[in-house]
């Protein structure tokens, strides 16, 4: 999946386990930056009775770096703390949650966001909100009716134009789950394969599941440097690196009263920057290390980026489909395309009025050129282009906003990165090159289940837990 | 082994040359050495509250290393009677 269970410590540790990370300027305040961090992987809706929450002790952030040095500038932490009205039922709820102040709802989580300016340890904090409201799960039609507005109201407007949301919400990444870890295979083209099988449709094998997110919506001149205005996409201080991070404390005993005493300096355990990367890019023996990381030191892993093994493996998984891959596989070449698109964001003069680097350190970030406008409308069919549609593979399809320039919640990042890995992004870098066709056609031939709202925080409206099903 | 000796030797006849360095020496055995502080700011725990669990994990026993956390900070310090006493308990 994108980054669910990608790394052996982090997988189980679901609570602190980042799943996806997406950054794109706001379709219906251009002003404004959007930001949106998911935790939990598969999360089942039915899950109860003690449904999925944030962890009250984990310190989320996400993080901002607007000067390309791989060091944040800006983080925004968010610390949850969850109530129970009364510890003496099973319960989760004594009756229909009507409101996020209703009795009948008993375990409520609350949560605070605070900003750091500078290192994120040391900086200068301020806190921007407490006590905010998440919404509960939803349950069901007589636990949780009218689910949409119920979590409307847990949007904050924190003052200076942040809003914020933290609680439930439908899985936005789609995947052939199921396929791509069976030895590679890409539904539609497992014919292809070497153990083919007849083609078919693919399957979203994420369908039904839920994660809980954290959003943030600011001004885009709260994150750039020196509150630089962004509104020429040539100039460097138009873009920021963003990443997000999950940290626990350094010390926890656990006593015989079931009591647990924590303490210590934060210490993290999972990142995420660009999607996929320490899912299928970083070797299994680096990938806790990679977690614990910053990404000023990702230099470490460059070989990794340089030398995927997955361009190794097409052209044995699909005998006779790759053969221009499997010759530049071949000569031991460096990847310079992966490294612009996944290190150090892709320079000017590379492809004509793009660009969303800020600076040459390698550093894994989600890198988003604030100049460049939204390309799609705030509206439902905006947001929620047609599978095959070009919107949704980003740059590739034409879309100077869309991944890898940030990420949108609707882009189709396992596409646009197979194909980069394949070698459809090579000749930006060697015009010698011809990609094999098939380079431009892989998809795992998914889409989302659920619609993308067309308003902040703009992931889906969850599954409930009543009435939802699994693929296909 | 030649380089041994006449290391031994120098910090001898240094330590005879000046009563100071030997009363520093002295205060250096006797009390831990703070090898590295982390801090946290970010849950802002005052310094030094014994409100807050203390915790501490030797982190080497042959160099006499411990580690001292309390809030979101921790100190790294060398410290061998506090480890000789710890690790009797262990043994």
């Not at chain 1, 990608?6 to 997406?22: G, R």
């Not at chain 1, 999925?52 to 770096?65: K, N, R, S």
């Not at chain 1, 680097?357 to 390698?362: A, V």
Request: no cysteine; hydrophobic share 35%.
């Amino acid at each position: 999946m994108s980054s669910h269970r990608e790394a052996p410590t982090i997988s189980k540790d679901p609570v602190a386990d980042n799943t996806d990370l997406y950054a794109f300027v706001d379709p219906v305040d251009t002003s404004k930056v959007t930001i949106l961090s998911n935790f939990i992987p598969l999360e089942e809706p039915a899950g109860g009775p003690n449904f999925f929450q944030f962890g009250d002790d984990v310190l989320y952030e996400i993080l901002i770096d607007n000067n390309g040095d791989g060091v944040e500038d800006v983080t925004y932490q968010f610390r949850f703390k969850t109530t129970t009205q009364n510890p003496a039922t099973f319960l989760y709820n004594t009756g229909p949650i009507g409101s996020l102040t209703d009795p009948n709802w008993n375990v409520r989580q609350l949560y605070s966001v605070t900003k750091v300016v500078g290192p994120r340890r040391t900086g200068s904090s301020t806190v921007l909100g407490s006590d905010l409201p998440t919404p509960p799960v939803r349950i069901g039609p007589r636990s949780t009716p009218n689910y949409a507005t119920l979590a409307d109201a847990a949007v904050s407007s924190l003052g200076a134009g942040v809003k914020t949301f933290a609680g439930q919400r439908g899985e936005g990444f789609y995947v052939d789950l199921g396929s791509i870890f069976d030895l590679g295979t890409l539904r539609p083209f497992q014919n292809l394969h070497l153990i083919p099988t007849p083609a078919t449709p693919g399957v979203n094998g994420t369908k039904g599941f839920n994660v809980h997110t954290i959003a943030i919506q600011v001004p885009n001149t709260d994150l750039t440097r020196n509150g630089f205005n962004p509104s020429d996409p040539a100039d460097p201080r138009s873009v920021i690196g963003v990443w997000s991070a999950a940290s626990r404390r350094k010390g926890t005993i656990r006593e015989k009263n079931a009591r647990i005493v924590q303490s210590g300096p934060w210490v993290q355990v999972s990142r995420l920057g660009e999607p996929l990367i320490n899912e299928v890019v970083i070797e299994l023996g680096e990938k806790d290390l990679w977690n614990s990381q910053t990404p000023d030191g990702d230099s470490q892993f460059l070989d990794d980026y340089a030398h995927p093994q997955l361009q190794g493996l097409l052209p044995v998984l699909y005998p006779g489909v790759f053969p221009h891959l499997a010759a530049l596989t071949g000569t031991g070449a460096s990847r310079a395309d992966l490294i612009a698109i996944l290190l150090t964001g892709i320079p000017s003069g590379i492809i004509p009025g793009f660009q969303n680097s800020n600076g040459p350190t390698q550093a894994d970030e989600l890198r988003l050129n604030l100049a460049f406008a939204p390309s799609y409308p705030a509206t439902d069919s905006g947001i929620n282009p047609p599978g095959d549609s070009a919107k949704r593979f980003g740059l590739l399809g034409g879309d100077l906003d869309g991944f890898p320039d940030g990420r949108r919640v609707f882009d189709n990042v396992t596409a646009v990165e197979l194909r980069a890995i394949a070698g459809a992004t090579y000749p930006l870098i060697d015009s010698s090159f011809t990609p094999d066709g098939a380079a431009g056609l892989l998809m795992d031939g998914t889409k989302e289940d659920l619609p993308f709202i067309s308003k902040f925080p703009y992931l889906a409206v969850p599954y409930e837990g009543y009435e939802h099903s699994h693929d296909p | 082994m030649a380089d041994e000796k006449k290391s031994k030797i120098s910090r001898r006849s240094f330590l005879q040359k000046t009563a100071v360095g030997a009363a520093a020496v002295g205060a250096m055995a006797a009390a831990p050495t703070i090898l590295k502080m982390t801090e946290n700011v970010q849950a802002s725990t005052p310094s030094g509250d014994v409100n807050t669990p203390v915790m501490a994990y030797v982190k080497d026993a042959a160099q006499g290393t411990v580690v001292v956390m309390w809030g979101t900070q921790e100190i790294v310090t060398r410290d061998p009677g506090l480890v000789n006493r710890l690790t009797t308990y262990a043994r």
